[in-house]
């Protein structure tokens, strides 16, 4: 099922507590287009698939990683491409992102999409795994 835009935004913006909309917008874009670099083939399309339009583009469209990025970096990352953000604002940014992108993919995709990660990803989203 694909949620539509402003469910995804309203359950971005709740999670992270933002003020605006468009401070959930931009954090859902950043991440958004991290992610989608680290992830690749029938798992990045099916994510997609259960995305709003908008937000399936920036998936399918990443930014470019020369290395999958440790989840550490991919809050760095986060923090350098969100204008004032620090690490632990952008580490803010990510969870609730993530955390709103686990809701949507099943338990079996969200599996694939960790299989994808470099270990440790798994908190990101919120969702712990047992070791």
């Excluded at 020369?66 to 632990?88: D, H, K, M, N, Y």
């Excluded at 798994?122 to 047992?130: A, I, S, V």
Aim: proline share 5%.
């Amino acid at each position: 099922m694909t949620l539509r835009r402003e469910a995804f935004l309203d359950h971005v913006q709740e999670r992270g507590r933002y003020s605006t909309r468009e401070g959930a917008e931009r954090a859902a874009r950043v991440v958004l287009a991290l992610l989608g670099a680290h992830l690749v083939g029938e798992v990045r399309a099916q994510l997609a698939a259960r995305l709003p339009e908008e937000f399936a583009l920036i998936l399918l469209n990443p930014l470019q990683s020369a290395e999958p990025l440790s989840p550490e970096r991919f809050v760095r990352a986060t923090a350098a491409w969100i204008e004032g953000a620090t690490e632990q604002t952008a580490t803010w940014d990510v969870s609730a992102v993530l955390s709103t992108v686990a809701d949507t993919a099943a338990d079996d995709l969200l599996e694939e999409i960790l299989l994808q990660l470099p270990a440790g990803y798994d908190l990101l989203f919120g969702r712990p795994q047992p070791t």
